[in-house]
């Protein structure tokens, strides 16, 4: 059997991170390809603040799935979507991942997904419950 793709998004890969045990039950599992946006790169490696050892497992961590660079075909739905939405509150790092997933016909596993449920273009990967206690991501 095929396994599924998915392109992951920060808040997930945050989430793995922490250790909450969905998230890594979830991205360890053999029955996915998970993809991920050179923009999600960016925003987990420039948090302010990162130790060596941090930076060390956020690579470790990307190295495990596969990196989806932006390029012109992204980059002109990015600005489609931003067009469209933005009036809806869609921002532009969200409107890059959305984007992705639109291109790449790949279904977005986000948390966040207020962020992006008003995006037709797109398809939403049900995902994991976690404590609220727990959940102070962004």
Do not use: C
């Amino acid at each position: 059997m095929a396994a599924t793709a998915l392109l992951v998004d920060t808040d997930v890969l945050i989430d793995y991170l922490r250790g909450i045990r969905p998230a890594r039950a979830l991205l360890d599992a053999d029955r996915f390809d998970f993809y991920y946006s050179s923009q999600t790169r960016k925003e987990l490696l420039s948090k302010p603040g990162l130790t060596d050892s941090v930076r060390r497992e956020i690579q470790a961590l990307l190295r495990r799935l596969r990196v989806v660079l932006i390029d012109d075909s992204i980059a002109g739905k990015y600005w489609s979507l931003l067009k469209k939405y933005e009036s809806q509150g869609l921002r532009q790092a969200d409107a890059i991942i959305a984007a992705t997933a639109w291109q790449k016909r790949l279904p977005l596993l986000t948390r966040n997904h207020r962020h992006f449920r008003f995006v037709d273009e797109i398809e939403l990967a049900p995902i994991y419950e976690i404590q609220q206690a727990s959940a102070g991501l962004r």
